[in-house]
């Protein structure tokens, strides 16, 4: 490509050594601009390759061939981002070439306790966080979403784990269920955390799941329950009425009681997450 440089060309027009049309004026002398086969095949040559470039066979008949090009060609643009937080299908948006995905699995319930007597006290685990993946994938058409539950809680039981959240062949697993609370009168005594699980086949990164806190009490009159563990898009509540904080897959609360209390249940877990940024 270059810019105009017949004789008759405008000098400097657009600022030094950038020259320029003119129409002219016949009253003082000054001619019109005059075309010239290197300017026009220039010209003509760089519109066309754009368009061929982008796989776009030349049509005398159109006049958007260059915008559909630029389009087509452009790469690397953040087009779309879509959220689940259940299951569905993914179809790409028009111009999508490549997607960013983002699992999480869902979160482990809390363990539930055995009932206590006056002298005793018991205190489960909490359930730990969904794993966490990441991929990039070149995308050609709709792609099966998964969004795992989060684990369900009970009297007297350990907290299920989690469900898998997946998208195609990339899958966070669920978080651990916490460990019953067993009644005790041999304080202090603790819950133990579980360990959490990893994500798999993400080609960017692949993480576990945040462990949950240890539960502790040290004597009849006093428990403190397991804290789930914590997803980076979501918290476990700390409320009689509490499940996992939105979605996200965050691990759930345990139940503690101490000093003659029922048998009681955790926290249900979170249900995950999936975030699918389109770039073009």
């Known amino acids: 490509m270059h810019r105009i440089d017949t004789p008759t060309a405008l000098r400097d027009k657009f600022g030094t050594g950038k020259n320029g049309f003119t129409r002219g004026n016949p009253q003082t002398g000054v001619q019109a601009t005059q075309l010239d086969d290197d300017y026009c095949d220039s010209l003509q040559e760089e519109i066309c390759n754009v368009i061929e470039s982008a796989g776009i066979a030349l049509d005398k008949t159109k006049r958007n061939q260059l915008s ?7 790469t690397g643009r953040l087009v779309n981002i879509k959220t689940f937080t259940a299951s ?13 995905v983002k699992v999480w699995g869902g979160g482990g319930a809390g363990g539930g306790t055995q009932a206590v007597s006056t002298t005793q006290a018991a205190v489960g685990g909490g359930g730990t966080a969904g794993a966490y993946a990441e991929s990039f994938i070149t995308v050609s058409g709709a792609l099966s979403v998964t969004v795992g539950a989060g684990g369900v809680s009970s009297t007297v039981a350990d907290g299920t784990n989690g469900g898998a959240s997946s998208v195609g062949t ?9 460990a019953l609370g067993v009644a005790n009168s041999s304080f202090p005594f603790g819950a133990q955390p ?3 699980t990893v994500g798999t086949t993400g080609n960017v990164i692949n993480t576990p799941g945040a462990t949950a806190s240890t539960g502790f009490t040290w004597s009849a009159n006093g428990a403190i329950r397991s804290m789930g563990g914590q997803s980076a898009v979501g918290a476990s509540q700390y ?6 904080y939105a979605s996200g897959g965050s691990g759930a609360i345990a139940a503690g009681g101490a000093g003659a ?13 999936v975030i699918i940024e389109e770039y073009a």
């Open 239 to 244: 409320a009689a009425n509490s499940v996992g």
């Open 170 to 178: 990339l899958t966070a697993p669920g978080g651990v269920g916490g």
């Open 194 to 196: 579980r360990n959490p």
């Open 88 to 100: 569905g299908t993914y179809t790409p948006s028009a111009g999508v070439k490549k997607i960013r």
């Open 68 to 74: 559909d090009a630029i389009t087509k060609l452009g």
């Open 261 to 273: 209390v029922a048998a009681l249940a955790g926290f249900n877990g979170a249900p995950g997450l």
